[in-house]
């Protein structure tokens, strides 16, 4: 990448050398809170900010997420997570530490349009987008420019529906060449099999071009001019195996009316996409979002 | 109704004793606009508000509103429906002329849930819905006290699905006997009969509970939860027999999140419906909406 | 009040028995969180919500908001306030309990524009606002029917600039007489005396007709349309002597464009201003709101 | 500019070489609509879409925006101009025809931060901003490579409040030179002289980053901040002699909340800026804006 977007990311660490994030869910119970808060002072840490929720306050699921600042946190950080598995288990807790520092590895699939793909990489060089956007693969051509002017490895690898595996195969060897934590289907018009789906559970984050449930699948301007909806929207989402059905994480609208047709609502929905996906993103790279069955929390 | 609310409709009949709307819609073609524009003037109307659309630039369809005032309008309407028969034919027109002095003639159906009922009636009362609430009809007895203090008849008529017919049948009397122009939903929870619907084409308002297309039919909120949407709206549309599926006047969304439960989305969204189903039924009022298949114009 | 309301306040005082809320500002340091979560522990109490915020996190000021659910609350809440003050001395709190049975009581205040009353009975009555409107204060006759329709008394103080201490005299002993804990000025077009509003620091909410700190004072949507806005606004806030001033609670907007003359935004401004101030009032009753300064924090 | 930008242009042109549009004010009186309409016939132009407002229905001003189709129409404009003012003197019209294939030369004003200018050329280089983006002139150099990369020429004139003049000298020269009919400030934090200004008159569009009226001047986003406002907005309007009072085309806002702080704020308001700029200059260049005094009417 450019010096100067690297040269942004490396403050950002260092800024964030003693900053990191605890995300929990497990059963409801008394003492939660109080055993975790207790656990973080005496290991030195000062939240910073903390969100929580239970699914249902009579006995259901409990989730929170903490952001803290601890001194001397690289140094400490394997101590931290070896200290609270004795917490973790017995609460009966899913758990994780994250760190801001470790600044996440990021690919981006696209393909024709590449309105979404350039909105991201819009914030991620002026500094909005905090991830390391390691390579961009497309099946088409039309973004390589824009994509190498950052100095970010773009790989072309067509597509269709009869080659799907192997071009999973090449796709997969990149993502592992490059140690990605997050995939990126910025208007990414292939579907994913279920095999490449499940390796990447919760970390693959699309972009569909309608308000689902309404318009799922294929072509939803036009369904939706065809059938004369007053707004349209955007959705982002994790990808699961069952199309446009994974948890949802943002969505948006904008107004349209008659005198829109589907070539002007196609327009007016790409900026929606646009800012949807980059709140989507921006949320998960802040370890914002605790997946819960088919449903997301967002804190 | 009570005589603060009769003094205002009077008022407004007053002031608009001369004030028309003219509606058309035809194929398109060169010279409608002059035509249209020169009868007038001719007629001595003067062009108040006037607007157009033309569904495809390329020979498509041709609509137009147009609101103008015209001294001695009662007088003269007679003929000017008359002399407009000759443009009307020339051009193949489908059109109409509504008297804004003619104050519409308004039946609300409800069940249990009235909170969009009380909107309207508030709105009426506060002179910001000009129409004759005539009457409301309903198979609940939860909302006559709040109508009969304004001075609206309330008509309690059971429903289920087994005596529809029969049901319908003292309906229609009903709205035989006050004359109505415009039937609105609000909130109605019984399925009416394709013969009913067939009998009010294009004049039955409902409001439903969703952004539709999605979850249409039952229990919307619930399915809005379960799915784990980010905004919940509502959608005010024509019914015709296909559930759910009439051209649709208006929608709105809010933001919900994870914290909500069905629960809470029902009243984020009641307030929705309040808002969308009152906006509908004014564009309605006012006739700045023409139907276009399964689409709605409003002008 | 009328039996049907009266019924769901008692419903909802029963169903919060064991329900309280402690909020709580100090200096933000390390530990606080372990502190006050290890009380409520230590104490029985359930954490159901939390909320937490530091203005500034090198040294600034903590703020938190904690609901909690505690078996036999109404027995323990005493000794729960005696056990915390030495919690609060080490840490230089600012705290308070609140107890959801307790439903805050409140008069509202109101001058000749009935709609933000209207509102707020009209939620009231159907459960969604939780309080027990103990009295309507107007000078003017207006709203009288209405309010009185629901079994809440009604006070005509007749007011106006020249007899502001002789007015503010009679509303304090009503006030005092109700013993009553919020004050709303819903639409209430006379301004305060400095002794009034001392009496009464935040929790006097005020409704004002524009986007503030636009348009401060009077007569906002004339100025708003002599200025060609293409938005107009509504904002809640706490009352101070400074007029249009006080901590902000909330604001929303709508669109106006350059048909809608001063006239017509009045009425677009009333939809948000009754529901800026239903947003404001609900989380000051569910003890959401902190004053900082001349902010809100809102939880 | 890059070919691939012109191609885009030169396919609008081709598209759009029989399309204008015919803008008027005038005092309202019967008949303007039936001359203008017979007058479009007689020359063989099929109107398009037609908008129309009258300031005050008794006998205020008249604005109407016609666009239109007409064969030949290069041939035939200085003819239809020619005859036009025969009916514009009967009427005492300000009139203008102005042709969709002459797409209008832009100058970019920029100073530091170029989000507003990217998103302009983002949205250029793509086909949604149709105009010839003939020049940049910024009093900094760093939107130089991004200009430079698509082909346009960008002028660095360091400019303070010192060498106004000076700087305005050489500013003009280059807006004489591209011979220039619009000049967009996306973020120039330099005042114009009245002299300047005068020249240009509605025709320079400017951003604020304020919900104008509120916050007029520097620094909105620490004043927002200092507030408390829940609410921060941006406006584009035109540039009169008075400081942020000039014409408003368009606002926007985005919610905030307590958590964010000064510099939040702006990085959400930049969200704002970039479309409530673009939208607002898509308007001026289909000729959708009059202005009227201090106000914009926007077709």
Not at 65 to 82: G, H, M, S
Not at 237 to 260: A, C, F, M
Request: proline content about 4%; glycine content about 4%.
């Amino acid at each position: 990448m450019k010096a100067y977007i690297k040269e942004k990311i490396d403050n950002y660490k260092h800024q964030n050398k003693n900053r990191a994030r605890l995300l929990i869910n497990c059963p409801d119970q008394p003492g939660i809170v109080a055993t975790v808060s207790k656990f973080l002072y005496d290991h030195e840490a000062n939240i910073i900010e903390s969100s929580q929720y239970t699914a249902d306050p009579e006995g259901g699921e409990f989730f929170i997420r903490i952001e803290f600042e601890c001194p001397n946190l690289k140094e400490k950080a394997n101590q931290l997570e070896t200290d609270f598995q004795l917490i973790a288990n017995n609460f009966d807790m899913d758990w994780k530490f994250t760190y801001v520092f470790e600044v996440k590895k990021m690919a981006v699939f696209v393909s024709k349009e590449p309105h979404c793909l350039l909105e991201l990489l819009w914030e991620w060089q002026s500094g909005d987008l905090m991830a390391d956007i390691s390579l961009v693969i497309s099946n088409h051509e039309v973004a390589r420019d824009m994509v190498e002017s950052l100095g970010v490895p773009y790989y072309y690898i067509p597509a269709n529906k009869d080659i799907r595996e192997e071009v999973e195969q090449k796709q997969l060897q990149l993502l592992k060449k490059y140690d990605v934590d997050v995939i990126v289907l910025a208007r990414y018009m292939q579907i994913l099999t279920p095999k490449f789906v499940a390796q990447h559970e919760n970390y693959i984050i699309n972009i569909h071009h309608s308000f689902l449930p309404a318009f799922i699948g294929a072509n939803p301007y036009e369904r939706a001019y065809n059938r004369g909806v007053k707004l349209i929207g955007a959705t982002s989402h994790y990808v699961t195996n069952d199309l446009d059905e994974g948890p949802i994480i943002e969505q948006d609208i904008s107004r349209v009316d008659h005198k829109d047709n589907a070539a002007d609502m196609k327009k007016i929905g790409q900026s929606i996409e646009r800012s949807v996906l980059s709140r989507a993103i921006k949320w998960h790279l802040e370890d914002r979002i605790i997946v819960d069955r088919n449903k997301t929390i967002v804190f």
